[in-house]
Nanobody, 128 residues
Framework: QVQLVESGGGLVQPGGSLRLSCAAS????????IGWFRQVPGQEREGLSC?????????YYADSVRGRFTISEDTAKNTVYLQMDSLRPEDTAVYYC????????????????????WGKGTLVTVSS
């Protein structure tokens, strides 16, 4: 059974950092790419970053987070991380990880659909 569990969210001051974790089970990181998304209530879900271990660990970022967020993986732990630095109040959201096809266009373009598996999310609040 494919399962994703996010952790690491919390309250942080503007300019601070957090590292989110996405622990995968029921598959290994070579089977799927893993994407990070976020959503603010009442707004559309936003794709942030994706990594495909099978595709030479290629990484992709949305313009809104490029240079501030870093995605990485630990295949031994079957876990993907999102290091978030220089956090801003507008980064406040629920953050989710999702499976994506390991090859093809949906990881590079951060496009999810109904076939993907999702975690339940972790809340990040950036506030002084």
């Amino acid at each position: 059974q494919v399962q994703l569990v996010e952790s690491g969210g919390g309250l942080v001051q503007p300019g601070g950092s957090l590292r989110l974790s996405c622990a995968a089970s029921g598959f290994n990181l070579y089977d799927y790419a893993i994407g990070w998304f976020r959503q603010v209530p009442g707004q559309e879900r936003e794709g942030l970053s994706c990594i495909s271990v099978a595709d030479d660990s290629s990484t992709y970022y949305a313009d809104s987070v490029r240079g501030r967020f870093t995605i990485s993986e630990d295949t031994a732990k079957n876990t993907v991380y999102l290091q978030m630095d220089s956090l801003r109040p507008e980064d406040t959201a629920v953050y989710y990880c999702s499976t994506l096809p390991r090859f093809g266009s949906r990881c590079p373009t951060l496009q999810s659909d109904g076939s993907d598996h999702w975690g339940k999310g972790t809340l990040v609040t950036v506030s002084s």
